[in-house]
């Protein structure tokens, strides 16, 4: 166990639709990172965001949008769905700003239907 | 070009074999290199991390960085059915916030 949460596990919604993935880091963690893991395109970097402040955007789409709470959990708004949206979101933690040991979570499946 | 570049196998080994896992890369601002262990459907989880080039050693694995080949090695000994996994590499700058991962390679330990 990473010690870092997400929420929900599976989600199951369809085109068109709003969703909002929930992610807690670990305890003392400042930084929380967002990934998408899909089978053609491996683990993609989308976002990372630093005490709350936005730090480094990957390749996010704009139908995308974070933030990252005073209490440090994160949350990733997934809007405008599409049924190549449907992935593995990973949420990641670490100590550092940056270049240090991330530590991931257990995922949320997405399926757009 | 992807700036990382990872075999995705599958690689299935006999119990007890070392493995060998490997990943090159094009962007020489490259500084921190890491491996990542993923069981199916899981979150990865980090296994080696390592700063410039060099060897690294932990238990049964090793890690090499060759940053004059842009080339990372991963070494598995006395591989176990529980090594069966998908092994990710990646990499990130000096003062760079974005980790790039190779796709990974799916490794088979066969009993």
């Known amino acids: 166990d990473s010690g870092v949460t997400q929420t929900p596990k599976h989600l199951i919604t369809a085109t068109g639709q709003r969703v909002t993935l929930r992610c807690s880091p670990r305890?003392?963690?400042?930084?929380v990172y967002w990934y998408q893991q899909s089978l053609d395109q491996g683990l993609q970097f989308l976002i990372q965001?630093?005490?709350?402040?936005?730090?480094a955007k990957g390749n996010i789409l704009e139908r995308f949008s974070a933030q990252q709470f005073p209490d440090l959990h994160s949350e990733l708004n997934l809007s405008s769905l599409e049924l190549g949206d449907s992935a593995l979101y990973f949420c990641?933690?670490?100590?550092?700003?940056?270049?240090?040991?991330?530590?991931f979570g257990p995922g949320t499946r997405l399926t757009v239907l | 070009q992807k700036e990382v570049e990872q075999d995705p196998g599958p690689l299935s080994v006999p119990e007890g074999a070392i493995v060998s896992l490997n990943c090159t890369y094009s962007?020489?601002?490259?500084?921190?290199f890491m491996w990542y262990r993923q069981y199916s459907r899981k979150g990865p989880e980090l296994l080696m991390y390592?700063?410039?080039?060099g060897n690294k050693e932990d238990g049964r694995f090793t890690a090499q960085v060759d940053k004059s080949s842009k080339y990372i090695s991963l070494f598995i000994r006395d591989s176990q059915p529980s090594d069966s996994a998908t092994y990710l590499c990646?990499?990130?700058?000096?003062?760079?916030?974005?980790?790039?991962f190779g796709a990974g390679t799916r490794l088979f330990v066969k009993a």
């Open positions: 962007n020489s601002a490259f500084q921190y």
């Open positions: 990641a933690s670490s100590v550092v700003e940056g270049a240090g040991e991330q530590f």
């Open positions: 965001y630093y005490n709350g402040e936005e730090r």
């Open positions: 990646a990499m990130e700058n000096t003062g760079g916030f974005k980790t790039i």
């Open positions: 305890s003392g963690d400042l930084s």
């Open positions: 390592t700063y410039s080039s």
